[in-house]
């Protein structure tokens, strides 16, 4: 396959999950705001969502004063913002677009409905209450998009390309909605254990869709280092690193079995995979589940910058 259109799927996948992830981090984000706070600072909801979506700096440089509505407005529908929905979704439709013939026509249909859709959307005439409904829409579409490549595309270099894309950028999104809890939303130790703790950590495990599940797993109340294993380490779980790094590995191989060479990415996935296949949580947490979650996310960006080279990626 040409590097450029191995590219393309490999976004066109990234973007989707994108796009899906920024959804679920900013009902985070809004279920979080509607919790009672402690002490003065009622926007450390928003800093927190800012900062796991990497958009903090861009925010304050066309914003400076973080409030609400902009916030929402910069992740949801600003085209300057390249994380932001609008931009996702575009970039994902034009990347489709160029690869056409690489797409099942139920691929291309959903896609190209969804960024239709999206587009209709007036963000000026929307009233407060209609932000659920959409997040919860874009969470459908992405759903949608990847049923539809799941069902009709050869298990090929297509397939293995846009597996890729989607599990690298779920990775990322775990790690970093997991750190932002830890680190940046829950400032004082003071707070674990809390009635804000708790709210905090339901809400997290919201975003990833593990609410129920993790129940199911644990039967037990919420627990900071349950949750942590459960997003780390439960390869049963779909949006955990283990289980990415499961399917990441995996397409690394197919491809090598393909192209009948192995590529240095594939050894950089399968120590990373190793690393979460022996990781005990325990261990984790004494030596420090910040500096854990940092270098998950450093190796997961060297797996993809690998990917790039291997595969003659244009950029």
Known sequence: MLGRTANDLFWLSRYIER???????????????????????????WISTLEST??????????GEITTKNVID???????????????????????????????????ESLNGSWLE????????????????????????????RGAMLNTILRNDTYFFSQLGTFLERADNTARILDVKYYVLLPSTNMIGTAVDTAQWETILRSVSAHMSYRWVYKESYRSWRIA??????RAMPRSLHACYDKIDEALADLSSLYGEEKPCLITAKSTLALLHRGDIDTIFQSGLHEFLLDFIARNNRVAQEISEAYHFTG
């Open 19 to 45: 796009a899906e992830n920024m959804a679920r981090l900013i009902e985070a984000g809004y279920r979080i705001a509607l919790q009672p706070r402690i002490g003065d600072d009622q926007d450390s909801e």
């Open 54 to 63: 990497g958009c903090t700096d861009a925010y304050k440089a066309k914003h």
């Open 74 to 108: 910069f992740l949801l529908f600003d085209p300057s913002n390249p994380s932001s929905i609008h931009t996702c979704l575009s970039s994902a439709r034009r990347n489709a677009r160029t690869q056409r013939t690489a797409l099942t026509r139920e691929m291309w």
């Open 118 to 145: 999206f587009q209709a959307i007036r963000p000026d005439t929307l009233r407060s209450d209609a932000l659920p409904r959409i997040l919860d829409w874009v969470k459908e579409r992405s759903a949608g998009y």
């Open 229 to 234: 294993d459960y997003l780390i380490l439960n």
